[in-house]
């Protein structure tokens, strides 16, 4: 057998110029990310003369439906018809697409998510990517594709969102090199932001109201605990989209540090959001309940009462936090120095 030691990159990039058909998808519930990966892509195949079909299980969120090219995204829980490859972007295992049939076609996986599964014929993971569409940056360079106005608003979008507008320690020198040559390909910032944050509707304001004001502090007060179900969204005329982002509002407050917020599914079923500051490892704890995501942004599902998942979190965060702490002492302790 032949051993392949080209970089991914490249073998990505031989593998689209060797095929016609794609297909490309990304997680269920999509994101500035998922999203942004997904379109500039979609452009950058266009551009070579390829055949190519965006599918995803859900529709993106609202004010996404603004950018180039979001409402042709396929909505489907399968993929019919016909490719030579599926190219899965911000996708640590197959199944967070929710898109069923991809496993038919040559897969190529790029993802920035750490304990990516490497489910596909070609891997690429890059875990210090800011976002996903650092990577899809770089694939589009190598592929020889110029940057059209579309491919960097995808990719400035992308980014926008996956840092928390520039707020998450995952940020580094390349993501201002990608955000400046997005911005001379003729992204409009303002727009794009405007798009993203100042184009919702008054039932998420709402919303917003009622969430925040029941939110709860754990005895530190450095963490925040908030919680939504179907009735409160109603009540405030908002849906559970409309909760998208709300998440980063605690952290806001100096002595907020992380933020957990459960979202009832059904029952006993919950979606656990969480967001930290700084070195808070929270990725780490909704892996234990096996979920995934960052270091400051991660989610996970569970089931249970309320009450006592309540608490176990906030065990499991204060015990981040604590690490943290530990490891900010070791720190001073290395360097010798005092504070200022
Ligand atoms: P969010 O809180 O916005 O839903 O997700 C934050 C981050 O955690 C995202 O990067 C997302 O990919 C990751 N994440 C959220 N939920 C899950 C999950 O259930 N499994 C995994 N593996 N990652 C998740
Ligand atoms: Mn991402």
């Known amino acids: 057998m032949m ?20 297909v490309l998808s990304s997680h269920s519930r999509p994101d500035g990310d998922s999203i942004g990966s997904q379109l500039a892509m979609a452009y950058a195949l266009h551009a070579l003369g390829k055949d190519v079909v965006a599918v995803n299980a859900d529709p993106a969120p609202g004010p996404l439906m603004q950018f180039p090219g979001v409402p042709d ?37 790029i993802d920035h998510h750490p304990g990516n599964a490497n489910y596909g014929q070609i891997n690429w993971f890059d875990a210090s990517a800011a976002a996903c569409a650092e990577m899809v940056f770089e694939l589009v ?35 201002f090199d990608i955000c400046r040559e997005c911005l001379e390909a ?9 798009n993203v944050y100042d184009s919702n509707n008054m039932g998420r304001l709402k919303l917003f109201g009622a969430v925040l004001s029941a939110m709860q502090l754990d005895p530190t007060g450095r963490i925040a605990i908030v919680y939504v179900d179907h009735e409160m969204a109603r ?35 919950y979606r656990v959001s ?3 500051k700084g070195d808070i490892d929270i990725g780490a704890v909704a892996k234990e309940f096996g979920g995934g995501g960052h270091k400051n ?8 009462g309320i009450d006592a998942l309540q608490k176990l979190f906030i065990e499991k965060i204060d015990r981040a936090i604590a690490l943290q702490d530990g490891r900010v002492a070791e720190l001073q302790e290395g360097t010798g120095r005092g504070t200022l």
């Open 3 to 22: 051993t392949n030691n080209t970089e991914p990159i490249q073998q990505i990039v031989e593998a689209i110029r060797a095929r016609q058909r794609f």
């Open 235 to 269: 009540e405030a005329g908002g849906t559970y989209e409309d909760t998208e982002g709300l998440i980063n509002l605690p952290l806001t407050v100096k002595e907020i540090e992380a933020v957990v917020f459960f979202k009832q599914i059904e029952g006993d079923e």
């Open 274 to 276: 969480m967001r930290s």
């Open 141 to 175: 360079r190598a592929l020889g594709v110029p940057l059209t106005t579309d491919i960097a608003t995808h990719i400035y979008l992308a980014i926008l969102t996956d840092t928390g507008s520039f707020h998450y320690s995952s940020i580094s020198p390349r993501t």
């Open 186 to 194: 003729g992204v409009d910032p303002v727009l794009v932001a405007r």
């Open 73 to 109: 995204i396929r909505i489907a829980p399968r993929v019919d018809g016909d490719f030579d490859a599926a190219i899965i972007m911000e996708c640590g295992d197959l199944g967070r697409t929710g898109v069923e049939g991809l496993d038919r076609f040559f897969v190529i996986n």
């Open 297 to 304: 942004a991660a989610g996970c599902t569970v089931r249970g």
